[in-house]
T-cell receptor, first 114, second 115 residues
Framework: DQQVKQNSPSLSVQEGRISILNCDYT??????FLWYKKYPAEGPTFLIS?????DKNEDGRFTVFLNKSAKHLSLHIVPSQPGDSAVYFC?????????????FGKGTSLLVTP | DAGVIQSPRHEVTEMGQEVTLRCKPI?????LFWYRQTMMRGLELLIY????????DSGMPEDRFSAKMPNASFSTLKIQPSEPRDSAVYFC?????????????FGPGTRLTVT
């Protein structure tokens, strides 16, 4: 049961332009979201996060927007650079009594062309 | 800090053989996670430990898979017997045990090929 969905498997953007990666979720109990970035032959690395009490979080060129009513979040990269070419995963934690687990989307492969 | 260490980085084995993947989490991290990445299913959680205790193994595909964490600095994921459909990249991740510590630190992964 995929509770975090990334419906675009790939995205191609020109250098300097904005990249917008989308993520939808079905579980209204999610109250925190994370984006991870993954280069080939490496593990995912944490990029940016947002709490459900906010609708925007910005870190340099990266901004995440959260629309709780639509159960939708997006990652904006402005301006996009060739080094941003990677797979981006959206994730949400599910807390249990003794810990939590991250529920990942399937990822969107971003290609930034010069 | 060396980060999360996984070994081997690549493993090629024949169907029916036993495979053991190893992970050393970041020192001081209390939670450890095993994930599997495939094209079809993306990144899926197999099992996670908190303070060396398995908390949720509902993601383990079947009895052929087992995981242990004998101490805070070492974990193994074993597949016995292995099958071609087990071919995937297996990641280990760790995180500190603090409130809202949702950020996980991933190792480089082990690419498993079962022929």
């Amino acid at each position: 049961d995929q509770q975090v969905k990334q419906n675009s498997p790939s995205l191609s953007v020109q250098e300097g332009r904005i990249s917008i990666l989308n993520c939808d979720y079905t579980n209204s109990m999610f109250d925190y979201f994370l984006w991870y970035k993954k280069y080939p032959a490496e593990g995912p690395t944490f990029l940016i996060s947002i709490s459900s009490i906010k609708d925007k979080n910005e870190d340099g060129r990266f901004t995440v927007f959260l629309n709780k009513s639509a159960k939708h979040l997006s990652l904006h990269i402005v301006p996009s650079q060739p080094g941003d070419s990677a797979v981006y995963f959206c994730a949400a934690p599910i807390s249990g009594l003794f810990g939590y687990a991250l529920n990942f989307g399937k990822g969107t492969s971003l290609l930034v062309t010069p | 800090d060396a980060g999360v260490i996984q070994s081997p980085r690549h493993e090629v084995t024949e169907m029916g053989q036993e495979v053991t993947l190893r992970c050393k989490p970041i020192s001081g991290h209390n939670s450890l996670f095993w994930y599997r990445q495939t094209m079809m299913r993306g990144l899926e959680l197999l099992i996670y430990f908190n303070n060396n205790v398995p908390i949720d193994d509902s993601g383990m595909p079947e009895d052929r898979f087992s995981a242990k964490m004998p101490n805070a600095s070492f974990s193994t994921l074993k597949i016995q017997p292995s099958e071609p459909r087990d071919s995937a990249v297996y990641f280990c991740a760790s995180s500190p045990d603090s409130v809202r510590a949702y950020e996980q630190y991933f190792g480089p992964g082990t690419r498993l090929t079962v022929t």
